[in-house]
């Protein structure tokens, strides 16, 4: 069927929308991708009466996708090749950062938009332009040129938006075809390990359970490493479930909560009268681990003489309470954690070689966040569960902009402080009796959602508020630069264009209208 465009009387109009709804219906996702979009533009074009049309999808895992997919519509040659260039930039830029469609009877007298070099260099007249899906965007739907000088009307915008939503799955089965998936890096070594709950499937986490499952059956010592809150404790308690003495405690002993004069009866134990605060005898760590697993964390704090009888025990596995001489022996399991460089204190004589040598069987260092940023949003999906089961809330969620914002943002804390923050921001969400929680939430000092107010000082933000503010400046000053070409943006900040997007939504980030 041939169209004629937005020119025809309505009941014709009817028709040939009808006719769309018909082709939109029988042509499923299932469909062969290519032929489908390139039949569905043709519709699009010749009922909105557009001059022109054009559709690209945008691999999301890179910024320079050598050959991103497209399809045209009454353009060739030298045409085809302009629009390709601008698309990204101006008026396709500001539609696919916002999200939103943008519509405009002349974008060449229009002032959100004659500023663009590439509208006023070649005049541009009527466009239509919307983004296919979001978070970040497949790619955009784009409709330039009209008979008429209103341009596109109403239902024109609503038949775009529907051809714009019906596209996403296919969209995502064409771009599966050429891109790299997301792999769960974690499901193969998840086969060989009890490891429920273990959250997350970035690479650095897989390898991470690649080294206990190659160690949990080994009765061998074990040294955790790595930054304060990065899960060496979970990770300690994974390797004694997966062990053969998890039917047999899992004991933790916090080497720096306790003062020096108690660590050593904390560890082995104390005969009545011992101290002034043994009136009985009671059992330390080691005998309450017995043919189970004791965690030593933050092992570098030990005393030299609590270090000297930790030594003693993973020689000979005996030892002796506090205040008596009577040999026991342990049959357990030592397993060590610290976030601290235990090579240099070796050096600066404050830990022993001999005992840092008897720990270090094997070391597994835990990746900071940083290095597992891929795990932040289903981390926090997963703490916002637990946090609502523990303190009785109603059911919440965290919306797309708030697990944006998280993914954003700098954790020196790592996963411990990732933590407190959404249970905290689900806390508050919850007192407020919303269904889910919103970047405010999470980040109450946050300048989002601020405008018209005076920011707050540098001197009264906290650090992730500070290192927001500095985020969004930096990456507004680049697209700037960039003349709000994105991928060019997302080149020079050496990221990929689609955690790029994610920013610009996160930071509510715009270009500004002349």
């Not at 997302?490 to 610009?504: E, F, K, N, P, V």
């Amino acid at each position: 069927m041939i169209f004629r465009g937005a020119a025809t009387a309505a009941p014709e109009r009817l028709e040939q929308e009808r006719d769309f709804y018909r082709h939109l219906l029988e042509h499923s996702p299932e469909q062969e991708p290519t032929s489908f979009f390139q039949d569905s533009l043709a519709f699009l074009t010749e009922l909105t009466g557009a001059a022109h049309g054009y559709l690209e999808l945008f691999p999301a895992d890179t910024a320079h996708p050598a050959h991103p997919w497209f399809a045209a519509r009454g353009l060739s040659g030298g045409a085809l090749e302009q629009v390709r260039e601008i698309v990204s930039r101006g008026i396709v830029a500001q539609a696919i950062s916002s999200g939103s469609t943008i519509v405009t009877p002349a974008a060449f007298l229009d002032p959100r938009f004659n500023s663009f070099a590439s509208v006023a260099q070649h005049r541009m007249g009527a466009v239509l332009c919307t983004p296919i899906g979001n978070d970040p965007p497949l790619g955009v739907l784009y409709l330039y040129g009209h008979s008429k000088p209103a341009g596109f009307c109403e239902p024109d915008v609503a038949l775009a938006e529907l051809l714009a939503r019906h596209l996403v799955p296919v969209a995502e089965r064409l771009l599966a075809k050429g891109a790299t998936p997301t792999e769960d890096s974690t499901r193969e070594v998840r086969a060989r390990l009890k490891a429920s709950g273990i959250v997350g499937r970035s690479a650095a986490l897989g390898r991470v359970l690649e080294q206990v499952a190659m160690v949990a059956g080994l009765d061998v010592s074990v040294l955790f490493t790595g930054e304060s809150g990065t899960g060496k404790s979970q990770m300690a308690r994974l390797l004694h479930d997966n062990s053969h003495r998890s039917p047999f405690p899992f004991v933790e002993l916090n080497c720096a909560a306790l003062p020096d004069t108690l660590l050593e009866s904390e560890l082995f134990g104390a005969a009545a009268g011992a101290h002034s605060t043994a009136d009985r005898a009671y059992e330390g760590k080691v005998q309450a681990a017995e043919r189970g697993t004791l965690l030593l964390d933050e092992v570098g704090e030990l005393s030299l003489p609590a270090q000297a009888k930790l030594l003693q025990l993973l020689d000979t596995r005996e030892y002796f309470p506090l205040g008596s001489n009577k040999r026991r022996k342990a049959d357990v399991r030592i397993v060590a954690a610290t976030n601290c460089d235990l090579r240099s204190a070796v050096k600066e004589h404050r830990f022993r070689e001999d005992l840092f040598y008897r720990l270090n069987v094997l070391s597994i260092a835990l990746p900071s966040l940083a290095e597992r940023r891929d795990d932040i949003a289903e981390l926090a999906e997963a703490f916002c569960r637990n946090a609502c089961v523990r303190h009785s809330l109603p059911e919440l969620r965290l919306s797309r902009n708030a697990l944006r914002a998280l993914e954003a943002a700098e954790w020196p804390g790592n996963v411990r402080q990732l933590l407190h923050v959404v249970e905290v921001g689900t806390i508050r969400a919850g007192s407020e009796g919303v269904h889910q929680a919103e970047v405010r939430h999470l980040f109450p000092e946050s300048d989002e959602g601020t405008e018209g107010r005076t920011p707050a000082p540098e001197s009264n933000l906290t650090f992730q508020a500070a290192t927001r503010r500095f985020q969004a400046q930096f990456i507004r000053t680049v697209l700037e630069e960039t003349n709000w070409n994105v991928p060019e943006a997302a080149r020079r900040l050496d990221m990929a264009r689609s955690h790029l997007y994610s920013l610009i939504r996160a930071f509510g980030l715009g270009r500004p209208q002349s």
